[in-house]
């Protein structure tokens, strides 16, 4: 059970490839098994980790497993002084560059300093997002080599396999495999209602084959039959799925597909796409002149609190003011402001007026000498 079910990683340890487990996922995996678990009238056998460990240094002892350590993989000596070297030769030539570009491209460098940052802002927001990949952390290459203490201790420690047995699945699945070898070598000795029974199952097997083969050219020729007639428009697929990697009956569903790529399915991605951006524009609309009620209706309250103080004096207007209303009224009715007047209207129109200005100063002038 822990052979199988554990988790495990293969590499290499001395020239051979192995398999290894981690101490602490090995006991997870037996306090999760129904060993961990009592049953009526029974002790269960792992009820705690050291339990399990206990159990675990037996199967050591036996030669299950070992233990393994691990030793991480430097790099050479003269690689790491090559590298250095190139890497301070390479810093003195930059610098000296930067010493003789620093004099005439000021301005560019400011505006690349600026660029930068807007590029690791953008890139922060983009790693700040849901659902943006991690970069990968690099993982650091090692090697087992046998340890001189060979004890079961729960936590990280590595512990290599030298138990390995052929799984049920494998053993059944080639013992059929030689069987099936047998039986068909033996076809001559079959009786004869067997040999014409497997001679009709290969006959129908091969017709299923060649029709879909069959099926796969005709489709293909159906495509541009119909495509060439439409002038590329209409793309039409009799059974799409059949030779995608999909299975037996989902190779036959759906039974066809059919697409417009015409100058119809433009204009109608464009309304869409418009369509969008209206909605967009009239909400944002919407939004400001929202706002612009509320600033009038603030406005208006404040102007009605004070014109409450200032009724009397809007009843006292001047008559020359309502004169002037009336005139503007009698013109913007009339729509004779630019027409063509002669002489003598101009001036029966003028003694109207003055006619008009008198008799308003008399009406003024009786209530002031009825007041007195």
């Known amino acids: 059970y822990l052979r199988f079910n554990c988790p495990t990683k293969s590499t290499n340890m001395m020239g051979h490839r192995v398999d290894y487990f981690i101490a602490s996922k090995a006991v997870d995996c037996l306090l999760d098994s129904k060993w961990a678990k009592a049953k009526k009238g029974e002790e269960a056998l792992f009820t705690t980790r050291e339990s399990v460990v206990d159990y675990c240094n037996r199967l050591l002892k036996k030669q299950f497993f070992h233990r393994a350590l691990k030793v991480m993989k430097m790099k050479p000596d003269k690689d790491t002084k090559k590298e250095k070297e190139k890497g301070k030769a390479e810093s003195g030539k930059e610098e000296e560059k930067k010493s003789k570009k620093e004099s005439s491209k000021d301005e560019k460098t400011k505006k690349e300093k600026e660029k930068k940052k807007d590029g690791e802002k953008e ?91 069959l099926l796969a050219v005709a489709r293909c020729i159906l495509f541009l039959i119909i495509w060439l007639i439409t002038g590329g428009r209409h793309h039409f697929w009799f059974l799409p799925n059949l030779t995608a990697d999909v299975g037996f009956i989902d190779s036959f569903r759906p039974l066809y597909t059919h697409e417009y790529k015409g100058p119809k399915a433009d204009l109608k991605k464009e309304e869409k796409s418009e369509s969008k951006k209206q909605q967009k524009y009239d909400s944002e609309e919407k939004s400001d002149s929202e706002k612009k009620e509320e600033e009038d209706g603030k406005t208006e309250a404040t102007r009605n609190s004070g014109t409450e103080g200032s009724g009397g004096e809007r009843h006292s207007d001047t008559d020359s003011d309502r004169r002037e209303d009336d005139r503007s009224q009698h013109s913007s009715g009339n729509g004779n402001d630019f027409e063509m007047i002669t002489k003598e209207e101009l001036e029966q129109q003028t003694d109207e007026g003055d006619c008009e200005e008198e008799e308003e100063e008399d009406t003024e002038s009786r209530p002031s000498h009825e007041k007195s």
């Open 123 to 213: 890139e922060c927001k983009k790693d700040e997002t849901p659902g943006t990949p991690k970069k990968k952390e690099t993982k650091r290459k090692f090697k087992l080599e046998p340890h001189e203490d060979q004890v079961f201790l729960d936590g990280n420690e590595v512990y290599v396999w030298i138990y390995d047995p052929v799984h049920f699945k494998t053993f059944a699945m080639g013992l059929v495999l030689v069987i099936a070898v047998i039986a068909a070598t033996l076809f001559p000795l079959w009786p004869a209602e067997m040999r014409v029974g497997v001679y009709y199952l290969s006959v129908g097997a091969g017709c299923f084959v060649a029709s879909i083969l």
